[in-house]
């Protein structure tokens, strides 16, 4: 079985800082990442992910994230936030050998101040 | 590009009603997922379907139900609904063999 964990629920951060925000797995098989973005009454959209390959992934609205296999880590990071980027952002998996079920983490609010 | 569509977008039901909620996938999308988001909760996984056969289930009471259908589309169907089932319902799709999933815009479920 997977798990997710992301330590922070709240980041407040001000307009043009940069943000990482962390999310840790537990699994027992290789496994698939991902991060979603779901805005006010809005649904999920995908951010980016990492099935193999480069260990740097990056994605839209200018996030990246780095898999650390050795950390099980999977961190999200923007150098620069805008307004705009204040939503939840959620950490995914799952198992490579049965994609069905993604495991998502309780999610992290970020909210950019100006 | 066509995205997931779900309807209705809201719904307000009454305890114990019946309530049905539809997704469409993306176009060429033969996998369907299902997940209930809570307030202030991570989404959790109902169920799936892959080729209108039930693929995967998850945390899906037995009050709840769904189904594919000939043209990919699939309903769940919840039954006997109580307070708690008040969430937001995603549907995501795949296309088999791709690992990720598009998830549609939610159906909010109130029920009073």
């Known amino acids: 079985a997977q798990s997710v964990t992301q330590l922070d629920s709240q980041v407040p951060v001000f307009e043009e800082a940069p943000v990482e925000l962390r999310c840790n797995y537990s699994?027992?098989?290789?496994?698939?990442l991902f991060w979603y973005v779901q805005y006010p009454n809005q649904g999920l959209q995908l951010l980016l992910k990492y099935l193999s390959g480069s260990t740097l992934v990056k994605g839209i609205n200018g996030f990246e994230a780095e898999f650390n296999k050795s950390q099980t880590s999977f961190h999200l990071r923007k150098p620069s936030v805008h307004i705009s980027d204040t939503a939840e952002y959620f950490c995914?998996?799952?198992?490579?050998?049965?994609?069905?079920?993604?495991?998502f983490g309780t999610g992290t609010r970020l909210q950019v101040f100006p | 590009a066509a995205g997931v569509i779900q309807s209705p977008r809201h719904l307000i039901k009454e305890k114990r009603e019946t309530a049905t909620l539809k997704c469409y996938p993306i176009?060429?999308?033969?996998?369907v997922y299902w997940y209930q988001q809570g307030p202030g909760q991570d989404p959790q996984f109902l169920i799936s379907?892959?080729?209108?056969?039930?693929?995967d289930k998850g945390s899906i009471p037995d009050r709840f139900s769904a189904q594919q259908f000939s043209d990919y589309h699939s309903e769940l169907n919840m039954s006997s609904l109580e307070l708690g089932d008040s969430a937001l319902y995603f549907c995501a799709s795949s296309l088999a063999g791709i690992d990720t999933q598009y998830f549609g815009p939610g159906t909010r479920l109130t029920v009073l």
């Open positions: 699994s027992s098989v290789s496994v698939y």
């Open positions: 379907f892959y080729e209108k056969m039930q693929s």
């Open positions: 176009p060429r999308h033969d996998t």
């Open positions: 995914a998996v799952s198992d490579r050998h049965n994609t069905d079920k993604l495991i």
